[in-house]
């Protein structure tokens, strides 16, 4: 069984800066991707930005510049850093693993979701 941990949600003013992040924990083999998503009132969850093992990542268009995702390969964790947020930014933010466990069986957890209000 694997658990994700996530932290650094909260209420920011627009143009203001927040870290998340989000560490897993329990049978983990490897985390082959670490990602985050988020969901607003009224819409579709969505997929923020993603970090492969080896680096590689890959954001939404609209927070391209904006956000920063990385990884601590040796602790499972994965973070993002947002940096000049705009109200349309608010959402429930989620993260996400796939990877393989202690058996070498596929794996995929999701965190419990933790809250980003932008406003001033």
């Known amino acids: 069984q694997v658990q994700l941990v996530e932290s650094g949600g909260g209420l920011v003013q627009p143009g203001g800066s927040l870290r998340l992040s989000c560490a897993a924990s329990?049978?983990?083999?490897?985390?082959?991707?670490m990602d985050w998503y988020r969901q607003a009132p009224g819409k579709q969850r969505e997929l923020v930005a993603a970090?492969?093992?080896?680096?590689?990542?890959n954001y939404a268009d609209s927070v391209k510049g904006r956000f920063t995702i990385s990884r601590d390969n040796a602790k499972n964790t994965v973070y993002l850093q947002m940096n000049s947020l705009k109200p349309e930014d608010t959402a429930v933010y989620y993260c996400?693993?796939?990877?393989?466990?202690?058996?070498?069986?596929?794996?995929?957890?999701w965190g419990q979701g933790t809250q980003l209000t932008v406003s001033s």
């Open positions: 970090v492969r093992r080896g680096g590689g990542t």
């Open positions: 329990g049978r983990i083999f490897s985390t082959n991707v």
């Open positions: 996400h693993v796939q990877g393989l466990d202690s058996t070498l069986r596929p794996l995929e957890a």
